[in-house]
């Protein structure tokens, strides 16, 4: 079981209140907004966390570059792709693999 895997099943582990509560803490480390592919509208929308909420629902559409590698959720996740604001979360790319 990789890192990616325990945290996830941390997450599910957790009732909902706590699940909330580390979704929210880990949105705080999230760099998404400083990423060239993010727009204003997701920003408006509160949209961050891609790599474990999944994709954009409609603020995102194209692909400007990615810092996903270099965001401190994906190192402590052991994340092994990128663009999951257009993509998805990690659990479904991996799903895909």
């Not at 945290?7 to 990423?35: F, H, T, V, W, Y």
Request: net charge negative.
């Amino acid at each position: 079981m990789d890192s990616f895997e325990k945290l996830l099943g941390q997450l599910n582990a957790m009732s909902e209140e706590e699940r909330r509560s580390e979704i929210d803490r880990m949105k705080g480390e999230c760099i998404c907004p400083d990423c060239p592919t993010y727009t204003e509208c997701a920003g408006e929308g509160g949209e961050r966390l891609f790599c474990f909420l999944g994709k954009s629902p409609e603020c995102i559409q194209s692909e400007q570059g990615c810092i996903c590698p270099d965001c401190p959720i994906a190192d402590k996740a052991g994340l092994t792709n990128i663009y999951f604001c257009t993509t998805g979360s990690e659990k479904s790319m991996r799903k895909e693999k």
